[in-house]
């Protein structure tokens, strides 16, 4: 921590905050300058509350340095880690796709989309059993009869089954079920469910929240690790901005600066992301550029009809279009990577 | 909904759209423009979702005309809501007063605060039992210890007391102890939560989240009314944005528009709006005077030892000038209302 | 500065932090921790580029502490300032109303509206003779005629006269007619405009940009202030958000965050700010509340004739209303100050 | 434009405003709902101003459906405009790389540089000699110095120059050394500046302002071009949002959003849109996937002496491994361009 005091601190002042400093226990560096007096602190093994510093008379501000996160940052695991779904993994060299309809509407929509899906040699299959509305009259999802089809869906095309939970309560339920638990973007702070997954067997999949910085981000998925499950997936989906023409702003820039303080993957979900259809392709595309661990598109065979969120759906051959760009734009990545 | 067809639509687009329209059981109203053609909506005794038409060959754009909520709107109860909370009232001709720390850390220094709180004449006393941290590794609460001091402060001071719900599972525990379950930012779309809290007996607190809208923040109360718990009270509490002198952004212009739209009263919390103990008093006088039916505010006889957000709460001696300000503001604004 | 080096940083990478600290002319206070060392920087006279030391092998971090502006700042003048306009002031202790239409229409227009305004002892005239548009083929101004006109308010109502200046060729006409020269929010960082209007021998009042930081706003100060003109107004209109109730999100919290810094006087546009009639007196009240040195009010006699911005003008007796309730509170405010 | 009536409105508030539609020239198509009457407006060739009717009893909004642009939209031309600079095009098939320094520094810096950029096969040379900066203390540029050294650049190496316009005055001046006249995020609304190039017989590259809509990127061009320069190139460089890991927040979505609305070029800048030089390289990739027209890159051969913005400017290996990269990455959506 560095103490800042105002220029017009007195010494008196300055003398009460490094008394303070020591009775905390930390270590005070006074470093007097031609308008004000600076202090650093350290000593500390983990960050110090600004604010025992921030109300003393004659200090300016007070800023943290040492980072808020621990199991989550390169700092304690250097190496990228690679999480293992079944037979799958996300977070090795090769992409992970993930995809499939907003909500599981019915046995059919499910089965067709999952076909076409699983015909491209995709590994995920997603899909809502149990969906967060904004409105409490908007459909909500099948619950365990949806669960139970997406079981089928792995059972017929061998994909395995990402799927959200909502809370504690349903945790229970759909671990039975699914392959990966998905957290979605107004659940980021939910810190009971965090902290029930992070008890689960299965790896979670952590939505950045809509207004998230990426400290919020990697604290969110520190509180699953803090329990015991390491298998963390974080996702970009795009957060709320002043811009009006997609219906969240994709913020790719958060792809490098996650991979750099963290070793947990990192993938981009455009279909959110935008929320237009003609948008998904083009920022698809960027993600895999950009160096995400994978991507999460929305399919329908039907969006006309979809219950939720057609408008942001591909149509099939859309989306066996974009499977093949993102794999050819990965290989320039590897090739390169293979070259440096 | 007003159907909006871009310029290159053909003439048979425009009947297919108008064909699906008498298809679902609506009234198409098309209108030849000279560039483009647009065809209105009526009949549907809710909103339709764009996205059934926002896909078909020739449609530009989709534009959604009715409000998505009901049993929060003007349009069905026209005259203010007054929420009853023992024998105090919120939303009524006096602005509340809510006070306290922001967590409940021990007996002593809750009744400490209490007591200079009740002094005021504050009839509502608020401190977190459980709290929601962005850190797994801060201070959590007291628990169910928390409630019993805080049901203490009830009791010695007559104070009504407010304190937040995280989920569920403790609905069930602070009911019996609390006057008024608040829901924090980051659960505003937790739903599971706020139909939960949508059976409870006791008033709501709804916090705006960080990034919501006021249709978000607007249905999020609908999900609470919907379970049949009319007695919600909103409350804004700061935005997300670029600017960085404050934590987040005090948007006070959301109680006018609130009010506009809704019965529901409206409160407002300088105290996370700014997160800086020097902004909490001016802009509490500035919520008074913009109308809003109360404030909630942060007090610590010691905030430099506070174990949760310390750098905002106010000195006794400040939260004692603001408590009279506030009240000389609140006759202005009253002997004007009855002047016109 | 702060410089703080990776954990990873060897003893090496940090002795040529020192060095090169040490070959510009500064001291360095190297404080090494537990899991990484932090070095400080004092010695320099002004704020330090940080990129002399973010390139720098085994370099994490590189934290500015200074300030960087001068002139605008309270470590150089410590009282407020107070800015003369003819025979009035905008800063001293009575807050300064500025009130007219957007833009001059028209002789008559103009001469209506401000013989209502000025029948509400107000002493500042508003009227835009040249109009930033954001459309190319919208109402630009009646440019030398609508001076001509606001001159002749002067001359019959004695209101001092608040224009804006939208390039330096029309500062130096703007300059024969004007009492204050405005600064838009578009051009908030044209700073061959500021350096222009720094020579001018008349006020500025300079409106902060729909995106800028704190920082930013005093900078542009700095820019006007470096030039001579000492006489600088400062001015919130609201920021670009993702709220979409309002047209901005008026940040009214920056009015004592200004305060804190700055020894200028700052006031707000609540008509910009909001860009909804509905809004514009709560929220004129909540800025005297907040402390405000003044407001500055759109009033339209016939809003729905207005060649821009109608929907925000206030109606004349609106107004009047506006008038008495920004009194009445600043009467508690000054009343409380006096008691404190 | 829809005009949409309140609930309460009576049919006299309604009969009104059929009035006043017949009186501006339009035509009303009124539509009785359950809740609420709409009222369709047809028969205007240009966007209606909605302040005509918002202000009027009854009426509850008024939602504008026609673009306020028309010279930058599909609408007037539909294929894809490529803007010719010399012997090179911008918009064509093959993606503009421009790159160079910050800043025009010094002879050498800039003649080193370019060797380096140039030996990439890079077709256009950017640097500023006219610099905006945030501190009027801070390096603003060599001046017309800056401009000789950068036609030395287009002499010896046979690129392009791009460099920055502030003001109308130096337009006069660049115009003599320039092949492009950059327009700064700063001015995207300084609209004299926007008329002022579009008389110049030069290309024009705009850049997005911090917080500017798309609309209001489009309506700047439209001012360019109103003014008859239609070689107008859009920039996206990054937006101004709540997230802190990055400078700005790149918005790529705006990439095939401009596409899909005007026949204008856009390029992408990650250097000023990340503001750190290790997310340039994975954010140029992703502005090539993601469809844009070209990428403007700073590069520096000393970084660390860089007069302005040093953190982000690429060294000269990372510069050339990224266009390898960049031209891969083209090549596959060429490819599949061709197959579709």
Redesign the interface.
């Known amino acids: 921590m ?1 103490i ?1 005091m105002s ?1 017009e601190a007195t010494a008196d002042q300055v003398e009460d905050v490094l008394k303070l400093v020591r009775e905390l226990g930390f270590k005070p ?1 006074p ?5 004000r007096t ?1 202090i ?1 602190v ?5 960050p110090i ?4 510093f ?3 008379p004659g200090v300016g ?1 007070a ?1 943290r ?2 980072k ?2 621990k199991l989550v940052g390169r ?1 304690l695991k250097h190496e990228d880690s690679v999480v293992k779904v079944g037979e799958f993994t996300i977070g090795g060299p090769i992409p992970a796709i993930i995809a499939g309809p907003c909500a599981v509407e019915s046995f059919e929509q499910t089965m067709e989309i999952a076909e076409t899906v699983a015909a491209c040699g995709v590994n995920f299959f997603r899909g809502g059993a149990f969906k ?6 908007s459909f909500q999802g099948l619950g365990e009869e949806g669960l139970k089809i997406l079981a089928e869906v792995r059972n017929k095309f061998g994909m395995r089954i990402v799927t959200e939970v ?4 349903n945790v229970d339920l759909v671990e039975e079920y699914a392959d990966v638990l998905q957290i979605g973007a ?2 980021m ?5 965090l ?1 029930r997954v992070g008890q689960a067997k299965k790896p979670v999949l952590l939505k950045r929240g ?2 998230a ?4 981000l990697l ?1 969110a998925a ?2 699953i690790m ?1 329990e015991g499950n390491y298998d963390v997936i974080l996702c970009e989906r795009g ?8 219906r969240n ?9 996650v991979q ?1 303080l963290s070793h947990l993957p990192i993938i981009v979900d455009p279909s959110h ?2 929320g237009r ?3 998904v392709t ?2 698809a ?7 995400a661990d994978g991507i999460m598109i929305e399919v329908h065979t039907h ?2 009809r ?1 219950l939720s ?3 942001q759906a591909l149509l099939p051959d859309m989306f066996v ?1 974009l499977v ?2 993102v794999r ?2 990965h290989k ?2 590897e ?2 990577e293979g070259a ?1």
């Open positions: 560095l800042v220029p560096h470093m007097p300058g031609a308008t600076a650093g350290t000593g500390n093994s983990g509350d600004p604010s025992h921030e109300f003393m501000e800023i340095v040492s808020p996160y700092d967060p509305r904004t409105s409490p009259y909502l809370d504690q309560e107004r659940n702070q939910n810190f009971t469910l902290r809509m207004s910085t990426l400290d919020e604290l520190e509180y803090s957060v709320r901005t002043f811009a009006d023409h997609t702003t994709l913020d790719l820039s958060i792809v490098p600066a750099g992301g935008t259809r003609d948008k083009p920022l595309r960027a993600a895999i550029a950009v160096g969006p006309e979809a969120d057609g408008p279009k093949e760009e050819s734009i320039v990545l090739k390169n440096s």
